[in-house]
C-alpha cells in the first residue's frame, strides 16, 4: 500500500529548475533510497516534501491526502519527520532541550503548552535515545559546542522523539565515524522493521545498497532510474550519470 | 548623593528595559522592528486615562482593562493586519510602515483626544523617602519593583515553558523550529502580545512620571530602541542591561553635567559600541 507518493513534482528557482516532474511512490514498511550526484535535487525534493519550499507544480500525497504546499509545522505533526543535511538545530538551547522541543509540539493544544514544562515521560524517552546514540552525558551542554557528527547524532535522535510515521534521513551517516554509521544503520534497519517507513537520501553507496530495499535516482531534477540495489547497480545511465562521473564521493 | 542617583537611574532604566525587551522579543521572533514603539507605549496610557477618568472605573480595573485591551490592539490585531501583510517582505518595508503609524497615532491623538497632557495617578502615593543620605520618591522603588516582577515573571515563561522554549527556537532557527512542527506565525503573534504587555506595563509606569500626552512615547521609545541595541537586540538580558545604562547615564549626566546632555551621552556609549561591539555588550553576533 502506498503511504507516501509524489506526482510530478516540480520546483523552480526562477530560470533553474531544481526538480522536474519527479514521480516517486513509497510503500507503507518500506526502506526506499534516493539517490543521485550533487545538485540532482535530492534534498530540494525533501524541502518540498515537507513544506519548507513551496513546490512550483505536481503533488505530494501521504497516506492518501494532499499534503502539497502545507506548512512544515503541519506536516510534521502529520507524522513526517525529517534530519537535515546540513545541521539544523537550537545552537543556544541544550541538547536535551532540543529533544524536548522535537517532541512537545505534537503534544497538546497551544494554550496548553503556554503555561506548561516538558513532562517526566518525554525526558525519559529524550535520555534512552541520547543513551543509545551515546551523547547522554552532553545532556547539558549548549547543541553549538557539540562536533559535527555529535550534533548530526542530535539531529537523528530528535526525528526519532515523536516516533514518525515516514522519516526522511538527509544523509543520516554522513560525518559518523564508522563504528558508530553500522550502529545507525541497525537503528535504521529495526525502525523499518518496526514498521517505519523510511526514506533515505545517502552519499555513502554502502550504506544505501545494503540498506535499502528499493532506490530511485535522481539526475538534473529528473528521476532516471528506479529499482532494487541491484537493478540500479547495472543500470547503464545510472552509471553515466552518477557513478562515472563522481567516484565514490565523500561528503 | 550616588546611592540617590543610582535608584532614579534604576527606576528611569526599568521603564526603557521593559520596552527594550519588548523591541528584542520581536526582533528575534519576526526578525522586524517596530518603529511606533514608543506609540505603543502612549496608547495604553491613553487607555488607562479612558477607562479611569472617562469610563470612571476603579484604579486597578481600569489599569487591568488598558492591558487586555492593548494585548488585543498591539499583539493581535497588530499581528494579523500589518505584521502578515509585510513580514514576507523583509524588515524595511515594515519600518518604514510603523514610522508612518507612530505619524497617524500621534496626529490622531493630537486631533480626536486632546493634544493637551492628562494627569494620571500613580499605582502606589507618592511619597519621599530617605535611605542613609539619599533622597528619593516612592514611585522610584515602585517602578523597580514593577519591572523586576514582570522581566523575571517572562524569563521563567521563556527558560521554563514549553511554549517560551518553542519561542526561543524559532528566535535561534526559524526554519528548524517550523520542522519541528511549531507554528513560527502564532509564535510571532505571541511575541507581539507580550510587547504589548510590556509597554502597556511600561505606560502605567512612565504615566504618572511623564503625564499622558500625545507625544510621550517620543522619548521612550527612542531611548529604549538605543537601549536594546546597546545592550544587544538579540538578547534579552542584552535588552535589560541596556535599558538600565541608559537609565543610569541619563541620571547621573543630568546630575554631574548637565540636563541638556544626558540624550548626547547615550549617544556617545550608542556609537562607541556600534563602532567597537556592533552586535551589544551582551548579543551575539547574526549572519544575515
Redesign the interface.
Known sequence: MKVFETRGLKKSFQEFSALKGVDIHVNEGELFGLIGPNGSGKTTFFNCV???LKCSGGNVFFRGKDITNK???AI??MGIG?T?QLI??????TVL?NM???I???QGS?FG??????EDGNVKRALDLLGFLKISHLRDEYSKNLSYGQQKLLDFG?VLM?NPKLILLDEPTCGVEAEMRQELMNYIRDLNKQGHTIIVIEHNMDVVMNLCTRIAVLDAGEKIAEGTPEEIQNNAQVIEAYFGTEEDEEC | MIEQLLIKGLSLGAIYAMIAIGFCLLWQSSRLVNFAEGEFVTIPAFLMVFFYSVLKLPFAPAIIAAIIVSAFLLGFVMKKTLVDALIARGNTPFVVTTIALGFLVRDSLTVFATPEALHFPSMIPQTPLQFGGAMFSSLDLWNIFVAAVVIVCLHL?IR????G??L??VA??R??????????Q?MILMAFVINAVLVAFSASLAAPIYMVKYDMGNELGLKAFYAAIIGGFNQVKGALLGGLLVGLIEIFTAAYISTQYKSGFVLIVLIAVILFKPEGILG?KEQL
Open positions: 515537507t513544506g519548507t506548512g512544515p509545522d510534521y505533526k525529517r537535515f539544523e538545530m537550537f545552537p543556544r538551547m532541550d524536548l522541543l522535537a512537545q509540539e505534537s497551544m503548552r503556554l503555561l506548561t514544562m516538558n530528535m515523536t | 515563561f521554563k515553558t514549553k511554549q522554549k518553542a526561543q527556537a535561534q532557527n526554519e528548524a523550529a517550523g520542522i519541528m512542527g511549531i507554528d513560527v502564532k551575539t
